[in-house]
């Protein structure tokens, strides 16, 4: 267990803003979680933190960040399929990097991105057609209220795109200590997304496709468009894609027919915020220390590493001001303001 007052979490936030906590508590079992819930000297409010890659400090932090360490990857194979249990602390992409070099399907469309696999289950990461709730079985976590653990199954956890009740009706309650994902050896790959398919196509012709190679193509898809966070400020992306009534959409494509559009089985459609962010002219635009990102526009960038929480916000306002007033959609941020 590691405990410590009055700390600097520019290191624990992917945006590098440089904001203090007041005290910060990160734990190696589930012994040490239950003890850390009931120390006294840690102040409130408690926020628990995974990777810091999809969130926003607004400004130093009042109460306890709370940080997993629980490690570990237990693999079953039974007469049901192959299941492995994984450490809420562990690193996605290393994950990632596992069952590929298995030979195992399952997790390669979810590559690169990074964070720690409990934040995964509570945000319902999701990339090239794949959400991480398609391989997820069930999630194990501690519960605040008695300290109790159990198992939620995948079907309760109120999934959809990015969201699930973790982040919603039941936020703060439940810790998650481990999740368990479905995979298998059955050849699987999920092209169906964008020009994924052409791509695997033009990588690797006829050949027969392996978790590695779909891994690697993956990988190398999102070099292209997205800044590493090792080596730029960022969240990933900014915003969530919008859903619009049909009437909005015939709206914006009476003037753009060119829209890029996706139906949505409820009637609604699906446009990319990165198209209504470049269309309305503020694609790679710049303000003080936080820019646009000029190769995906959904991408908010600290690009001299020293923008302030306010800098940023004052251009997620000045995108969300942009496009309503172009488009009439007001866009909302997929990363998490704290
Ligand atoms: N587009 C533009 N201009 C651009 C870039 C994209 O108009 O500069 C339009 C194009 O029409 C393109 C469409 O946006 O076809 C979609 O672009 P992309 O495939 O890059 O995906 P996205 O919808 O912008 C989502 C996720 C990403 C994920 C990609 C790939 C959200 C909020 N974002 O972005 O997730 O990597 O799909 O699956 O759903 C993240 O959550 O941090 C993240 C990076």
């Known amino acids: 267990m590691k405990i410590e007052f009055q700390k600097d979490l520019s290191a624990l936030n992917t945006f590098r803003m440089r904001v203090k906590a007041a005290a910060y508590a990160e734990y190696n079992s589930v012994d040490e979680l239950r003890a850390i819930l009931d120390n006294p000297d840690l102040p409130g409010p408690k926020y628990h933190i995974g990777g810091g890659s999809n969130l926003l400090f607004t400004g130093d932090f009042p109460g306890t960040i709370l940080h997993s360490c ?3 990857l237990i693999l079953k194979r039974d007469e049901s399929g192959i299941t492995v249990q994984v450490g809420a602390g562990e690193t996605w992409d290393e994950f990632c990097e596992w069952a590929a070099a298995e030979g195992l399907w399952g997790p390669e469309n979810l590559s690169l991105i990074p964070g720690e696999v409990g934040a995964a289950a509570v945000q319902n990461i999701g990339a090239y057609g794949v959400e991480v709730k398609d391989i997820i079985t069930g999630v194990e976590v501690l519960d605040t209220h008695d300290h109790t653990t159990g198992t939620i199954d995948v079907e309760e956890c109120g999934y959809g795109y990015r969201e699930s009740h973790f982040k919603g009706e039941w936020k703060g309650r439940f810790i998650v200590t481990s999740v368990t994902f479905r995979l298998t050896e059955d050849y699987a790959p999920r092209l169906d997304y964008g020009h994924v398919k052409e791509s695997m196509k033009a990588a690797y012709g006829d050949e027969t496709l392996t978790p590695r190679m779909v891994r690697d193509e993956i990988i190398r898809i999102r070099r ?13 992306s900014f915003f969530k894609n919008p ?3 049909q009437e909005q959409y015939e709206d914006i494509a009476d003037i753009y027919p060119e829209v890029p559009h996706f139906p949505l089985p409820d009637g609604r459609v699906k446009i990319p915020a990165a198209w209504l962010i470049e269309k309305a002219g503020l694609k790679g635009y710049v303000k003080g220390n936080a820019a646009v990102y000029a190769r995906q526009p959904l991408v908010i960038v600290n690009h001299t590493g020293k923008a302030a929480p306010w800098e940023i ?3 997620e306002r000045k995108i969300i001001r942009t496009v309503r007033s172009r488009f009439g959609v007001t866009l909302s941020p997929e990363v998490e303001h704290i």
């Not at 292209?224 to 990933?236: F, Q, R, Y």
């Open 70 to 72: 629980l490690k570990g």
């Open 224 to 236: 292209t468009k997205l800044p590493d966070v090792k080596e730029i400020g960022s969240a990933g």
């Open 243 to 245: 859903y619009v009534t």
């Open 313 to 315: 916000i004052s251009l």
